[in-house]
């Protein structure tokens, strides 16, 4: 059992991700909520994951799905009461496993009580809250444009001011520069750290200190001094597990991040990967070859080798699934979603698995009206104004909507996949009838028995954590191969990333029996299609 009192017990932890609205419904009002959770807790516990992050579960109006909170003290009415949560954390303590909340502390939702007083005038106490311009209707502070569409600014014409939102109108930025804000922040995080969480996610925590007279969102001038004041306030010296989402991250910047000192996080999600494959509108798409991907792997894993910390990630719920988007999510579907996972989870740093990625969930073309999600239904529309075709404009979002990774949890292959007896919130993957836990679990060469392996594998084998990491054959268009030296022992990952079988010579010191292997008997000289295997000798 998880031992959450070891020094950076995360470095060998699996973490998996929960969507809540989209995980388990336990009341028939199709909105996945806390008790589901608790009830699909010996599943997790099965697949052996250490942690559970927990995408927003705070009051909120659900403009954002949650990351628009309106009371960072309340647990949202939808999602169960503050007694299921304390329920939810004890329950996962029992089977070691910790729970992580998604902290949203960049912006607020426009109905939390802090910005209805910050708009009732200038004097009001709350209204430094916030960041405000003098303006008159018409006349925008600048042209900074809002990540889900429309300008930044939003008029409040009571007190002829604009207020700063990078996200939508409904989410104002929290004003970082007023040491009120930032003492309010971190006596919420003490009182839930005193609620027993076992760590914490933080949006967009890169964006908290900008300024946007300069344009600058990311990376702003006290941004450091921000993240070191925030860290020893709340979870410094405490050996909880922190990961902070941050799109500007450069290694230079992770490492300050994830320093092993402990003084801002443990490790952030960056980015790089995850923007090879599209221009910096993500709706735009960009050739990818695969050394270009391999070798931005490997730049990260050598440059936070020893200094800092990688998290591990194909998948979340702002991104399209991975075996639609780098697989092959018709008839090699199960074999190419194992070859990623190993791919992976081989790396060093933390994995997070996001739910449904172990069954090899797929993306989910729907029809505009089974859309839910605000980003992409703007840029839809945005583009059909702009004058593109209908057709053209759905097919755009297809490949990369956030409502791929949001479709509900396949559980079984019975009515609305077992999510839940009602009305789903969100319209289920029909493909649910082929795709499912209860399938996964009867079939012993599933997807789900290969996360479950790697999970394994990685707590039995100090190598995982502790190994350096050396690209092999970079140049190779098929191939993902690379050698984990450490701990006295050497780890080969040899993953055929393709629809053709590839030629791969072992290096030599790698014989008898592979670690794992992901179709059988290993061939000499040759991987399949889509095959993965892992191979360990000691040194
Ligand atoms: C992060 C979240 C995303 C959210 C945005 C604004 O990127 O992951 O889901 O919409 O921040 O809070
Ligand atoms: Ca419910």
Redesign the pocket.
Known sequence: MKDFSKQDWWKEAVIYQIYPKSFQDSNGDGIGDLPGIISRLDYLEKLGVDALWL?PVLASPQV??G??VSDYRAIDPMFGTMEDMRALIREAKGRGIGILLDL?L??TSDRHSWFLQACQSRDNPYHDYYIWRDGAPGELPNDMRA??GGPAWTYVPALGQYYFHQ?APQ?PDLNWDNPAVRQELYAMIRAWIDEGVAGFRL??IDQVAKDPDRKITANGPRLMDYLRELNRATWGGRNLVTVG?A?GADIPRAKLYSAPDGSVFSMVFQFEQMCLDHEPDKWVPKAMTLPQLKASIARWQQGLHGCGWNSLFWD???LPRIVSRWGDDGARRADSAKALAVALHGLQGTPYIYQGEELGMTNAPYPLEDLRDL?SINAYHDMVAKGMPEADALAAIHRMM?DNARTPMQWTAGPEAGFTTGAPWMKVNPNHTEINAAAALADPDSVFYTYQKLIALRKAHPVFAEGDFTLLCPEDGQVFAYLRRGAGQELLAAVNLSGEAAAFRRPAGFAGAPLLATQGAPQDGVLRPWEAQLWLRSL
């Open positions: 995408s954002d799905n990351y628009d949203v960049n912006h990540c889900f996200f989410q949006d967009v989402e799109w979340n719920h702002d980003e956030r």
